[in-house]
């Protein structure tokens, strides 16, 4: 034990790069900046066990991966239980969304908002994702997102915070895996007595490797050609911003060549093999008859298989980028190595064939084989890069507790309680506080929006006790969401605007006069206490036309001529607060008659104290008790008597006082009658 220690200064890490042809098992460690390889082993897969990256024979499976194991225990004389491994792109789903918010007001933009941001754009990606498959059994889990940009005010920014916005956006890609791939390589990884203890997606894994950060503000491709498919990762701006995969890769090679030769698989495969290693190859064919064939005559066979599949892979490059070529192109993977492979796929590209390059030894400065007999290559790209991301993020799967629902979560390494709130497909909405409902209305044709009170946030509460939405969960946790509340819905009295008045105050022949002001909503006449509705048209009247004002002093012949503010005036004259109006008595037609004065009734007004007016009515048999500024009238009555004129439809309504029909500006004096209902 004391020896091995010393072998192994640090934690072994064991990765395991399941493909669809063969599984390659790496057990290394890190020293510094430097990956050292321990032990590697490489078993081809004695079935078709794997097709297309999933596990289809999980015993199959399951016995190659104890094979590799243990190979590798023996080299190591220790035991391996935990083990890396990662996703083929071939099942991975991404989802590009856009997602925007908008403030009631410009806003300091805090680190909680633009998590939110982020939130609303993952939960989009999943509305969208269960849309597609709304139709099938399938079930995604969200292995991570990645943001492309940010928009402040529809600019692009690096970072929202601390900025001041009346607007922010986010585009980001999320990835998905359906859960039969989950289940499916967690069950073949268990049932050969390992646990699993990071899991990748294998194009991550690839470009960790081909791509380091500091390349990716460049618009690069990274192909992985493995057997079944031909995996695409598409880097620009310092962000993976595509992913993407095509179902033709190395395999389509060989069943040319098995078809050509009429050979087995595994004879075309030695055939292809021996074309890479640009040497000639000897096989016999299925009636048992050898031949030898040239590393020339075999690129021959497959020059129309390679170029169906550079062109593939060229047009998908060029979905993914948005329409064009990239600016290089990195090649992994052993379909890759093809010596037409990388030439075509420049020329269908248009690039220059220096840009267009296998990625093998150059990315692998920083890693160390102290096994003897491994020569670095583009083949190794991905299984070293599994283990190297155990070194970035500790990703596997783990099981919590939301409202007394298990849920299965993919481990980023930092997770939250809205990650798993999400996974659940608990409401956005129902996290953050929601404000009441607004109203929108118009005064006067001014349009104008009353927005409700702010309501609580949700109460969360993780293994019993509370916190926020952004707290870290791991293994087991215990949570509890009680939704968020809606806020008091906005509510506006017509008495509350500011074009309101009680009164308009105006002179008659000299003498003051008050009359309550008219308010129309959506045309009828309301009180000062109605309650605006949303989309209510308001007219707020601030003056009398002259007819109206003759109504209102009873004036009933209009045989005299009227001045407003001392100027002639006609019915449709407005009047507004302190004009004045004169009215002169025309002279009369018949001979011999004299008026010498206008013969007009004063309108009678109930006794004034010093607090107003004080008047007690009987309104449909219930007795009422005005108290007004100015003389009252019938339309004081609605401030006191429950009835809404608003809501009488196409019925007439009745107006009497003392059992004569009335209008809103008849004046009431105490102990009058009055009847008010709607005639059917």
């Known amino acids: 034990m004391g020896q091995e ?16 042809r063969s599984i390659v098992g790496t057990v290394g460690y890190k020293e510094k900046n430097t990956f050292k390889v321990v032990a590697q082993e490489t078993r081809l897969h004695e079935t078709r066990a794997m097709l297309d990256g999933q596990v289809h024979d999980i015993g199959a499976v399951s016995g190659t991966i104890r094979e590799i194991k243990e190979a590798l225990e023996v080299r190591l004389n220790r035991k391996l239980k935990d083990v890396c491994i990662a996703a083929a792109g071939r099942v991975l789903k991404t989802i590009n969304v856009r997602t925007d918010y908008e403030f009631p007001q410009e806003t300091k933009v805090t680190s909680e908002q633009v998590y939110s941001l982020d939130l609303l754009g993952v939960e989009k990606a999943y509305e969208q994702i ?72 294998e194009p991550i894994a690839a470009i960790n490797v081909a791509i380091p950060e500091q ?38 090679l060989s069943e040319q060549l098995a078809k050509h030769y009429l050979v087995d698989f595994d004879t075309a495969e030695k055939i292809k093999l021996s074309c890479l290693n640009r040497k000639s190859v000897t096989y016999k064919d299925i009636m048992g008859i050898s031949h030898k064939v040239s590393t020339e005559e075999v690129l021959s066979v497959v020059e129309d298989t390679v ?33 037409s492979f990388t030439p075509l796929l420049a020329e269908f590209l248009e690039l220059p ?35 190297l991301n155990f070194y970035e993020q500790k990703n596997n799967f783990i099981f919590v507790q939301v409202n007394g629902q298990r849920v299965k979560l993919y481990d980023n390494n930092k997770l939250t309680i809205v990650d798993a709130a999400v996974q659940i497909g608990f409401p956005n909405e129902d996290l953050f506080p929601k404000r009441g409902d607004a109203i929108s209305y118009e005064v006067n044709q001014e349009k104008r929006m009353l927005r409700g009170e702010a309501g609580e946030a949700a109460v969360v509460k993780l293994n019993g006790k509370i916190t926020g ?25 017509i008495n509350q605007l500011p074009e309101y008045k009680d009164t308009i105050c105006f002179e008659w022949n000299g003498q003051p006069v008050s009359c309550p002001c008219f308010v129309e909503v959506n045309g009828n006449l309301v009180s000062g206490y109605y309650e605006i509705k949303d989309q209510d048209q308001v007219v707020v009247r601030n003056y009398y036309t002259l007819e109206q004002v003759l109504d209102f002093m009873d004036v009933k012949d209009y045989a005299a001529d009227f001045k407003v503010n001392h100027v002639e005036a006609q019915m449709d004259t407005k009047v507004y607060d302190n004009f004045s109006v004169e009215c002169v008595m025309k ?33 449909n048999g219930t007795a009422v008790v005005l108290h007004t500024k100015t003389p009252p009238i019938f339309v004081n009555i609605l401030d006191v008597y429950p009835f809404h004129v608003e809501e009488g439809g196409n019925r007439t309504l009745v107006k009497r006082v003392n059992g004569v029909d009335a209008e809103f500006t008849t004046p009431v004096s105490d102990g009058d009658q009055i009847d008010l209902y709607w005639e059917e």
Request: aromatic residues 6%; glycine residues 10%.
């Open 5 to 20: 220690m010393v072998r192994y200064p640090e934690q072994l890490v064991f990765g395991l790069d399941i493909g669809t």
């Open 587 to 619: 002279k009369p037609e018949m001979p011999g008659q004299e008026v010498s004065e206008l013969e007009m009734p004063e309108p009678e007004e109930p006794e004034k104290t010093d607090s107003g007016f004080h008047v007690t009515l009987s309104v």
């Open 353 to 387: 064939q220096e840009r267009v390059a296998i990625r093998g030894p150059e990315v692998m400065q920083n890693i160390e084989f102290l096994q003897e007999g491994i020569k670095k290559d583009s083949l190794l790209v991905t299984p070293i890069g599994i283990c």
């Open 307 to 339: 170029k169906m599949i550079t062109r593939h892979v060229s047009d998908k490059i060029k979905e993914l980028n948005g329409g064009k070529a990239v600016s290089a192109v990195f090649v992994v993977g052993g379909g890759g190595k093809i010596p």
């Open 215 to 252: 390349f990716r503000l460049l618009n690069i491709a990274l192909v992985d050609v493995g057997a079944g498919t031909s995996d695409i990762c598409i880097t620009k701006d310092g962000s993976i911003i595509a992913y993407g995969m095509i179902p033709y890769a190395g395999d389509e």
């Open 130 to 201: 269960r849309e597609e498959n709304k139709d099938t059994d399938i079930k995604y889990y969200c292995v991570g997102y990645s943001v492309i940009h940010y928009y402040l005010n529809d600019y692009v920014m690096l970072n929202l915070e601390g900025h001041k916005a009346d607007r922010i956006g986010a585009e980001l890609i999320a990835t998905f895996l359906p859960d039969e791939v989950i289940d499916g390589l967690y069950a073949a990884v268990e049932g050969a007595g390992l646990y699993v203890a990071n899991l990748t997606l």
């Open 469 to 493: 939405i952004s707290a870290e969960i791991v293994q087991n946790d215990i949570i509890e969401i009680q939704p968020s509340t809606k806020g008091v819905s906005s509510k506006l009295l």
